[in-house]
């Protein structure tokens, strides 16, 4: 994964993750939820703060598959072998876009 | 990307080709020209009453708090006389909606006058940019900074900018907490050095953002990382005001002495100084047309005006104009008068209409707050006296200032009996308590298992008791086992 790849996962992600969170907290006050039968806790900044992270990750790993299945099935299909790592004789070996079958 | 420096600009402008890589593509780091100008002058006025605004709300005081506190640890948000709750999310909602139909309205009107004059980033860079002329120098100076080997005062000169940088960064993320946690009690945390971890964090991330965004990021934030630039285009129409270059009036452009005739040689009024390609924060050449990177900051308009004057050209060869006023060659009055259009008038009316409900709706707007639960551990009891107890819990917010005392009265039932720990439940400005309140009724009172009753709760003003009171009605449900 290219840094490019990995700004283009995060960022929409952030975005994402901030209206959630507002959105989420302004109904819900974390006070009254609990984790495994035990209270969060009373501090409401520390909840606000995971909160908007759980939420960027969740985004974020919606992007990420978002990303990953851009790709085409000519890319999927590629040769794993890098063209002059090719056995000899296979046709493809000039051909680094090259796909078997 | 086009950086072409015309016969008139400096011969350094290829030192801009320092390549630099970047998260989303190949960068050409953009030096822009500092710009002075009308509309200049315009962006600055913003700069400061914004700033004026963000960085001094936080002080005010009101009523003996915070006049302006997004109370998140508390949950309740204070915008002078006004205190609101969770519950009252519709108004964050209104705001919202008035938020979205304003930028729609000035998108149609006159195109990015948010992003050229008003938007964050735009002002930060525009501050931050300052900061780096004062250290540094123009363009120019910036340029040839950038490529000298690392010496000494390059060294102090970045280490200063940056050190610059970093503190306004740091204020910006304390600021920007201190709208969500009381300011002067966090200034004491930060001068104690004791801040909690979580605002600590947040004034750091926001600092770091604010850091990033305005120092390093620029340009690229609007080109690739604003979602409003990339839609805003679907809000512009044939009499959407723009910054529009001239084509008719500037082409073919050249470079050419001042004594002679351009007009006889051929030559439009364009003299190819690239002025406005080292003025624009985005790097584009506004003289390609009107594109996606163009922020709408007019400083080209600025920088275009000033050369206009020094070769004795009418101003305006890149101006406000609308696609239609250049097609048809409209003045000035035709491109106002345009204005009125029903796209805008719908707009605006939706605007007028919002905004009249929201002040309708803050007017009407209840005091106080009451929400009946019903006890889920016990659904109805039997008393041993011949009665069938239920019990309820009503949680009273007093959403105002003013202190104020609650009577709870219930009905719906014959012979019902209310009993509570104290009632009339007097509740403090700006807090609210959960009131459990006992029912008993005859069980012979309700043949349906079970019967709506009413909930009836007056509050009154402290001290005010002869006032007619406010009241707010409640339904729940009485249950017979």
């Not at chain 1, 994964?1 to 109904?27: D, E, K, Q």
């Not at chain 1, 995971?50 to 974020?60: D, R």
């Not at chain 2, 008393?383 to 005392?405: C, H």
């Amino acid at each position: 994964m290219s840094p490019r790849h990995l700004i283009h996962v995060l960022w929409p992600a952030f975005i994402v993750a901030g209206v959630a969170n507002a959105v989420f907290f302004t109904i819900v006050d974390p006070i009254d939820l609990s984790l495994f039968g035990w209270p969060v806790g009373q501090n409401r900044l520390a909840a606000y703060t995971i909160g908007f992270f759980g939420f960027w990750a969740v985004a974020a790993g919606s992007s990420a598959l978002t990303c990953f299945f851009q790709r085409s099935a000519a890319e999927i299909n590629q040769c794993p072998l890098e063209p002059d790592a090719r056995p000899s004789g296979c046709p493809k070996r000039e051909d680094p876009q090259a796909h078997c079958g | 990307m086009d950086t072409r420096v015309g016969a008139a600009g400096d011969a350094a402008g290829s030192a801009a080709d320092a390549v630099e890589q970047s998260l989303y593509e190949i960068r050409r780091k953009i030096y822009p020209r500092a710009v002075t100008g009308n509309f200049a002058a315009i962006r600055w006025a913003l700069v400061f009453l914004t700033q004026a605004v963000f960085y001094g709300l936080a002080w005010l005081q009101w009523n003996g708090r915070q006049a302006v506190l997004f109370d998140i640890a508390a949950r309740k948000f204070y915008i002078f006389g006004l205190v609101l709750w969770p519950q009252d999310i519709v108004y964050l909602t209104v705001l919202l909606i008035l938020s979205a139909y304003s930028l729609f309205l000035f998108t149609a009107v006159a195109g990015r006058l948010w992003c050229g004059y008003a938007c964050p980033q735009t002002v930060y860079t525009e501050i931050f940019l300052w900061i780096e002329r004062k250290v540094e120098g123009d363009r120019l100076a910036r340029m040839k900074l950038d490529r000298t080997a690392t010496n000494a005062r390059k060294l102090r000169l970045k280490a200063t900018k940056h050190g610059l940088w970093i503190a306004l960064s740091l204020w910006t993320g304390f600021t920007f907490v201190g709208y969500f946690t009381p300011i002067r009690e966090l200034f004491g945390h930060v001068v104690a050095l004791s801040v909690g971890p979580w605002e600590a964090f947040w004034m750091l991330f926001y600092g770091f953002a604010t850091y990033g965004n305005a120092g390093w990021m620029r340009e690229q934030v609007c080109k690739y990382m604003c979602p409003y630039a990339r839609f805003q285009g679907v809000m512009f129409d044939p009499d959407t005001l723009v910054i529009t270059y001239d084509r008719e009036r500037g082409e073919p452009r050249g470079g050419r002495s001042k004594s002679a005739d351009h007009k006889a040689a051929g030559l439009g009024d364009c003299v190819d100084c690239g002025i406005c390609v080292q003025v624009c924060p985005t790097g584009i050449d506004i003289r390609n047309g009107l594109q996606y990177e163009c922020i709408g900051c007019a400083a080209c308009i600025d920088g275009c005006n000033q050369v206009m004057d020094k070769v004795g050209y009418p101003r305006g060869l890149i101006r406000y104009s609308t696609e239609h006023a250049v097609k048809h060659h409209e003045d000035r009055a035709s491109i106002l008068r345009r204005v009125l259009r029903p796209r805008v008038l719908l707009y605006t009316g939706i605007l007028w209409i919002v905004l009249i409900a929201a002040a309708a709706m803050l007017w009407q707007r209840a005091p106080f707050k009451v929400d009946v639960i019903r006890d889920r551990v016990a659904m109805a009891a039997d008393t041993g006296d011949g009665t069938v107890q239920n019990v309820y819990r009503l949680q009273i917010m007093n959403t105002d200032e003013a202190p104020r005392s609650f009577t709870i009265v219930a009905s719906g039932l014959p012979d019902l009996e209310l009993s509570t720990r104290d009632n009339p439940v007097e509740l403090g400005g700006a807090t609210s308590r959960m009131v459990p309140v006992r029912i008993k009724a005859r069980p012979d009172a309700a043949t349906h298992g079970s019967v709506e009753i009413e909930f009836r709760i007056e509050g009154r003003m402290q001290g005010a008791a002869d006032l007619t009171p406010v009241v707010i009605v409640e339904k729940s449900r009485f249950i017979v086992p």
